[in-house]
T-cell receptor
Framework: DSGVTQTPKHLITATGQRVTLRCSPR?????VYWYQQSLDQGLQFLIH???????AKGNILERFSAQQFPDLHSELNLSSLELGDSALYFC?????????????FGPGTRLLVL | AQKITQTQPGMFVQEKEAVTLDCTYD???????LFWYKQPSSGEMIFLIY??????QNATEGRYSLNFQKARKSANLVISASQLGDSAMYFC???????????FGPGTRLSVLP
């Protein structure tokens, strides 16, 4: 158990809908990262928050947004869902944001868009 | 730009034997971190081992060791005394000192045979 929690574990929804994925980092970790893992794209970095502030954006679509709250939990919002958004979405946390900081991953949310 | 290459899509190893999973990386930075993660069929991402670019000794964590050859830009994972539970996808990842992203390789699927 990494100490990172993600809810829900599974999510099935329809195209055009909006969903919210939630992540609670390990106790004391200030950084939260979101990743998307699909069969054809592999593991793709989406976005990074540090202590409530957005620090970096990766391959995140405009239909997707995220935020980190004062209690450090984070939410990833996916809207106008398309079939291609079906993937495993991971949240990871680390104590800080340096190159040496190991990221610990949550169990992931498996999203299926029908 | 960062890039991670894992040239072995799949590997087989006999139980109790050692196996080496290859990883090469491309960076112009002098300071960076290299990481290996394991993803079993259940989907979670498990941190295995870390190597810093300035670390003079190869990292070891139990049965995992990292064969770090900086000049060749390679960071191969060695798993000794393979166990059936080692069957999984293995990802190599890198983060530069001032980079905000983890970049992951495409992964190697390891199958341990009884």
């Amino acid at each position: 158990d990494s100490g990172v929690t993600q809810t829900p574990k599974h999510l099935i929804t329809a195209t055009g809908q909006r969903v919210t994925l939630r992540c609670s980092p390990r106790s004391g970790d200030l950084s939260v990262y979101w990743y998307q893992q699909s069969l054809d794209q592999g593991l793709q970095f989406l976005i990074h928050y540090y202590n409530g502030e957005e620090r970096a954006k990766g391959n995140i679509l405009e239909r997707f947004s995220a935020q980190q709250f004062p209690d450090l939990h984070s939410e990833l919002n996916l809207s106008s869902l398309e079939l291609g958004d079906s993937a495993l979405y991971f949240c990871a946390s680390s104590a800080s944001q340096g190159a040496r900081e190991t990221q610990y991953f949550g169990p992931g949310t498996r999203l299926l868009v029908l | 730009a960062q890039k991670i290459t894992q040239t072995q899509p799949g590997m087989f190893v006999q139980e109790k034997e050692a196996v080496t999973l290859d990883c090469t990386y491309d960076t112009s930075d002098q300071s960076y971190g290299l990481f290996w993660y394991k993803q079993p069929s259940s989907g979670e991402m498990i941190f295995l081992i870390y190597q810093g670019s300035y670390d003079e000794q190869n990292a070891t964590e139990g049965r995992y060791s990292l064969n770090f050859q900086k000049a060749r830009k390679s960071a191969n994972l060695v798993i000794s005394a393979s166990q059936l539970g080692d069957s999984a996808m293995y990802f190599c990842a890198m983060r530069e000192l001032y980079g905000q992203n983890f970049v992951f390789g495409p992964g190697t699927r390891l199958s341990v045979l009884p």
